[in-house]
């Protein structure tokens, strides 16, 4: 019983840190990484400097500087 239990709680927590994540974007960078993969995904060689992925920082950086501000100031 002990160890459905704990596989109980595993699965509980992996839910809740999933829920959060979406919730406040924190996971916005990985999924931009996986629709940037699909979208240019080849078969071999070097990617050209025009299809490599942002880095985390810039991502961020767009990312705030497009979204409009909310409330009053």
């Known amino acids: 019983m002990t160890g459905s239990r704990e596989s109980w709680w595993r699965r509980a927590w ?3 840190k999933w829920y959060v994540a979406e919730f406040f974007g924190d996971n916005a960078y990985e999924k931009y990484l996986v629709r ?3 979208a240019h995904a080849r078969l071999g ?7 490599r992925p942002m880095s985390r920082r810039e ?3 767009r990312l705030t500087d497009s ?4 409330g009053c100031c």
């Open 14 to 16: 992996r839910a809740a």
């Open 45 to 51: 060689g070097a990617e050209p400097a025009a299809h």
């Open 67 to 70: 979204t409009p501000p909310k």
């Open 36 to 38: 940037h993969e699909l």
């Open 59 to 61: 991502f961020y950086r």
